[in-house]
Structures are given as structure tokens and as C-alpha cells.
């Protein structure tokens, strides 16, 4: 079998990006290396979409279930993961699959990575419980005084992103901005990669799926299953686990902060603007395939187009910078 050249699959959340996978398995020996920020986590199953048992044995999947809740994760950590698993499914002479839509980590692979502060837990802390008491629009107001770049592309919500950017200004004294200005190093690794992307010519399609899939996973007890994680006296909602959409709005109706309709309300908006940002970087790539996900054929179209690409001279595909 001649070398295998690295594909990515991608596309917003509930794109159907598992369904692509099934039926690119069908055709070759892929090994799917997973690029999602959520379904790393053990006990979280279903609020992940995570693929079930009987598909993980079919499929060989990498990069699931490898952190307690409890742990963080980084861009870092997962470029060097994955391309140990890239050399390991190569050996093989299996074509390795990255699939997923968390868009940090395809940075981190193909584009290189800043050399921001790392995470400082007890900073976090402080602005954590600034936020209980005053609200992040409060520390968003505070993010535009310090660094207005930063700010202006971030809702006033967006907590996650807002503590991030005001962590590194107090470890640092620099705005994130400025940071971001600078160019990132060159990824070392010198691979080629070629980008299939899932995506929809009507987001209000996407919408309307986003939400179904969401009831459907209240249905198969991703309630219980946040619950089972808010009893553990470890977790809470500082850490990037309990923040994925689906498990921190819920987890807000196990507070008792909100009712449990506008926790499904919350979270069913949240991962809607989610989907948003995974489109916005997606059309940043202007070398990706992209194939219309709303299509019945979606699937084959996907597969079509790695036999074109398997069937061509080699030396095409997105390059790492």
C-alpha cells in the first residue's frame, strides 16, 4: 500500500461528520485520530455524541476517553499526540483520519502555535468567583479597557474565552492581542494535510438539527450523566469540561440557578454559536473540499472525493502552513 496521506474531516457540530467516517471505513483502513475538545473526557458520553462501543471496535478511534474530567488539556499536548499517532497508524499502513471540529487543535497541527503564558489555576479561581458575584458582561467591560481587540470579537458570555484573555494579560501585563500579533513558529513537522469540511448552505438547517440532536440526547440520559458528574465534589465549572455546551447549562439547572427549560434553551443557543465560530475559521481554509452536508449523499460525496485525491499524483494537500 503506497504512504498515506493525512486527511482531515471537519465541519461544524452535528454536520455529520461520524456518518462520513462510517462510510470512509467502508471503503479503506482508516484509524481515526479524534480532534475534539470534549469527548477526551471519560463519563462523558453522550453530551459528546461520542461514537458507541460497537463503532469503536469496527473503527480504530484514538484520542477518546483519555483524561478524567478533572484534567486539562492543551493545543500543545494534542499536536504532539496526534502526530505519534500519525507516525503509529503510518506504520501500519493505515491511512490516519483526523475528524473533529475543535478548530484550536487543527491550528495547533497545520498553522503552528503561539507562545502564550500557560494556565495559572489560581488565577482562574479569582476570576471565577469575580464573575459569580459581578457577571462576565462585568469582566468583559473589563476585557475592553485592557485589550479593546480582544474584547470586541468576544461576547460579553463567552466565559471561557473572556478569562482566558484576562489570565494572560494578569500573568503577563500584555493584552492578548498582542500576543496573537506575533507569528507563530513554524510547525516542525513539515506534513501535508487535505481538509474535507462537512458544511451547510443553510445554517438554518443546521439550527434545526443542532436542537434535535440535543433532545435526543436528553432522551438517551445525558441529564443523569451530568448529574453523575455534579456529584463529584472535584468538578466544577472552572474546569474546560464542565464548560463544553450541553454539560455547563445543565449544570447550572443542578445549581439551581436556572430551570431546567431555559437550561435546554441555553445550551441548544450555545452550541448554535459554537457551530458559528467552527464556520467562520472553516472558511478561513480556502484550499478545503467542502462538501454540502444537507445532501443525502454527503457520505459518498466525502468518499469521492479521498478517491480522487488517493488516485492523484502525490504532493497535493493543504500544507502545514
Given at each position: 500500500?503506497?504512504?498515506?496521506?493525512?486527511?482531515?474531516l471537519?465541519?461544524?457540530?452535528?454536520?455529520?461528520?461520524?456518518?462520513?467516517?462510517?462510510?470512509?471505513?467502508?471503503?479503506?483502513?482508516?484509524?481515526?485520530?479524534?480532534?475534539?475538545?470534549?469527548?477526551?473526557?471519560?463519563?462523558?458520553?453522550?453530551?459528546?455524541?461520542?461514537?458507541?462501543a460497537?463503532?469503536?471496535?469496527?473503527?480504530?478511534?484514538?484520542?477518546?476517553?483519555?483524561?478524567?474530567?478533572?484534567?486539562?488539556?492543551?493545543?500543545?499536548?494534542?499536536?504532539?499526540?496526534?502526530?505519534?499517532?500519525?507516525?503509529?497508524?503510518?506504520?501500519?499502513?493505515?491511512?490516519?483520519?483526523?475528524?473533529?471540529?475543535?478548530?484550536?487543535?487543527?491550528?495547533?497541527?497545520?498553522?503552528?502555535?503561539?507562545?502564550?503564558?500557560?494556565?495559572?489555576?489560581?488565577?482562574?479561581?479569582?476570576?471565577?468567583?469575580q464573575?459569580?458575584?459581578?457577571?462576565?458582561p462585568?469582566?468583559?467591560?473589563?476585557?475592553?479597557?485592557?485589550?479593546?481587540?480582544?474584547?470586541?470579537?468576544?461576547?460579553?458570555?463567552?466565559?471561557?474565552?473572556?478569562?482566558?484573555?484576562?489570565?494572560?494579560?494578569?500573568?503577563?501585563?500584555?493584552?492578548?492581542?498582542?500576543?496573537?500579533?506575533?507569528e507563530?513558529?513554524?510547525?516542525?513537522?513539515g506534513?501535508?494535510?487535505?481538509?474535507?469540511?462537512?458544511?451547510?448552505?443553510?445554517?438554518?438547517?443546521?439550527?434545526?438539527?443542532?436542537?434535535?440532536?440535543?433532545?435526543?440526547?436528553?432522551?438517551?440520559?445525558?441529564?443523569?450523566?451530568?448529574?453523575?458528574?455534579?456529584?463529584?465534589?472535584?468538578?466544577?465549572?472552572?474546569?474546560?469540561?464542565?464548560?463544553?455546551?450541553?454539560?455547563?447549562?445543565?449544570?447550572m439547572?443542578?445549581?439551581g440557578?436556572?430551570?431546567?427549560?431555559?437550561?435546554?434553551?441555553?445550551?441548544?443557543?450555545?452550541?448554535?454559536?459554537?457551530?458559528?465560530?467552527?464556520?467562520?475559521?472553516?472558511?478561513?481554509?480556502?484550499?478545503?473540499?467542502?462538501?454540502?452536508?444537507?445532501?443525502?449523499?454527503?457520505?459518498?460525496?466525502?468518499?469521492?472525493a479521498?478517491?480522487?485525491?488517493?488516485?492523484?499524483?502525490?504532493g497535493?494537500?493543504?500544507?502545514?502552513?
Amino acid at each position: 500500500m503506497k504512504r498515506a496521506p493525512i486527511f482531515c474531516l471537519t465541519g461544524p457540530t452535528a454536520s455529520g461528520k461520524s456518518a462520513a467516517c462510517a462510510a470512509l471505513a467502508s471503503r479503506w483502513p482508516i484509524e481515526i485520530i479524534n480532534v475534539d475538545s470534549a469527548s477526551i473526557y471519560r463519563g462523558m458520553d453522550i453530551g459528546t455524541a461520542k461514537p458507541d462501543a460497537a463503532e469503536r471496535a469496527r473503527i480504530p478511534h484514538h484520542l477518546l476517553d483519555i483524561l478524567d474530567p478533572a484534567e486539562s488539556y492543551s493545543a500543545a499536548r494534542f499536536r504532539d499526540d496526534a502526530l505519534a499517532h500519525i507516525t503509529a497508524i503510518r506504520h501500519r499502513e493505515h491511512i490516519p483520519v483526523l475528524c473533529g471540529g475543535t478548530m484550536l487543535y487543527y491550528r495547533a497541527l497545520l498553522r503552528g502555535l503561539h507562545d502564550l503564558p500557560p494556565a495559572q489555576t489560581a488565577i482562574r479561581e479569582q476570576l471565577d468567583q469575580q464573575a459569580a458575584q459581578q457577571g462576565w458582561p462585568a469582566l468583559h467591560a473589563e476585557l475592553a479597557r485592557v485589550d479593546p481587540m480582544t474584547a470586541a470579537r468576544l461576547a460579553p458570555h463567552d466565559s471561557q474565552r473572556i478569562q482566558r484573555a484576562l489570565e494572560i494579560y494578569r500573568v503577563s501585563g500584555r493584552p492578548m492581542s498582542s500576543w496573537l500579533a506575533q507569528e507563530p513558529p513554524e510547525p516542525a513537522h513539515g506534513l501535508n494535510f487535505y481538509m474535507l469540511s462537512l458544511e451547510p448552505t443553510d445554517r438554518s438547517w443546521l439550527h434545526h438539527r443542532i436542537a434535535q440532536r440535543f433532545h435526543a440526547m436528553l432522551e438517551a440520559g445525558l441529564e443523569a450523566e451530568v448529574e453523575a458528574l455534579h456529584q463529584r465534589p472535584d468538578l466544577h465549572t472552572g474546569l474546560p469540561s464542565i464548560r463544553c455546551v450541553g454539560y455547563r447549562q445543565l449544570w447550572m439547572f443542578l445549581d439551581g440557578e436556572i430551570s431546567r427549560d431555559q437550561a435546554i434553551d441555553r445550551a441548544v443557543a450555545a452550541t448554535r454559536q459554537l457551530a458559528k465560530r467552527q464556520l467562520t475559521w472553516l472558511r478561513s481554509m480556502p484550499d478545503r473540499h467542502v462538501v454540502d452536508c444537507q445532501a443525502e449523499h454527503a457520505p459518498g460525496a466525502i468518499v469521492d472525493a479521498m478517491a480522487t485525491f488517493l488516485s492523484a499524483p502525490s504532493g497535493q494537500g493543504i500544507s502545514a502552513r
